[in-house]
């Protein structure tokens, strides 16, 4: 599958994919994504050798984390699930979550369209699934999201993996804030954020300002607990060589919404 018809920000997605295929070449995977796989499989091998080290650890880590915390959010009750950005993201078919869990993403058109491709020549179907394309800065998304059956009454998870980083400060303060907005009580957030301060490689990236993070997510609506990728990945056994951990960082963050 060519990535030729896709956007700029659609092509992230696509090398997205390709870094969480290469996690489920490792001897002991941490995940294995069938999407990934079968995205993989159709490009060359100079098209996945362009994934470079840093991303292709980011994403193994950022992947897992927000894994045991979907996870984690469906054995304490909460049934919705909401994907900002989903990109090509496989959770709905390879975590064996709970059957009554709605699952909602959003994303472009063109994104959809590329993974339609993918999931039907894969044989992968999860009827919890529902698409919406929508624009968190244009008015009236969350009715898109109500429209394809989310209940804003009721506890919901909200993922935005890799997703921010494409807004400036006043746009990620905004969406934030709506979902706390947006949420009832119970309901819980799961951000991953680059805090590069070298010279973005991507031309769409805008990194974050890693001061006072904690009470950014409190003036939105959240009570954040962070913790970094160097730390992260230790923890779950794989401490990052010297010099990727001086290259490549950034932030996994769980929050919980402030009670009003």
């Known amino acids: 599958m060519a990535n030729g018809d896709l956007s700029a920000v659609g092509r992230t997605a696509f090398a997205v994919a390709l870094a969480r295929a290469a996690e489920g070449e490792r001897e002991h995977p941490w995940f294995v ?16 050798e362009r994934v470079g080290l840093g ?9 897992r984390f927000l894994d045991e915390l979907v996870l984690y959010s469906a054995e304490r009750g909460i049934r919705q699930l909401v994907t900002i950005g989903a990109g090509l993201d ?24 590329a993974k339609h491709r ?18 968190v800065l244009e008015p009236g ?28 400060a006043d746009a990620r303060t905004k969406i934030l ?20 301060t070298d010279e973005p490689r991507h031309p769409l990236w805008k990194p974050f300002d890693s001061t ?15 913790t970094d990728m160097t730390d992260a990945s230790r923890r779950y056994g794989r401490p990052l060589p ?11 963050v769980s929050a919980q919404r402030i009670a009003r």
Not at 38 to 47: F, G, I, K, M
Not at 120 to 134: D, M, Y
Not at 183 to 192: M, P, R
Request: charged content about 20%; proline content about 3%; glycine content about 6%.
């Open 118 to 135: 993918i999931t039907q020549a894969a044989g992968l179907i999860s009827a919890a699934r529902h698409e919406i394309v929508a624009d």
């Open 212 to 226: 006072d993070i904690d009470g950014w997510f409190a003036s939105c609506g959240w009570q954040a607990e962070m």
């Open 177 to 196: 804030t709506t979902l706390a907005e947006a949420s009832a009580a119970g309901s819980a957030l799961g951000v991953t954020m680059s805090t590069r």
């Open 33 to 48: 994504d069938p999407l990934a796989v079968r995205l993989a499989a159709s490009v060359p091998q100079a098209t996945k």
């Open 242 to 252: 010297s010099d990727l951990a001086e290259r490549v960082n950034g932030l996994l």
């Open 141 to 168: 998304w969350l009715d898109a999201v109500r429209d394809a059956g989310w209940q804003a009454d009721e506890p919901t998870l909200w993922i935005l993996e890799g997703f921010l980083i494409y807004f400036d």
């Open 90 to 113: 496989a959770r709905a078919f390879r975590l064996g979550l709970p059957h009554d869990l709605a699952i909602y993403e959003l994303d472009r058109e063109d994104v959809f369209a």
């Open 55 to 63: 991303l292709t650890a980011w994403i193994a880590v950022r992947t």
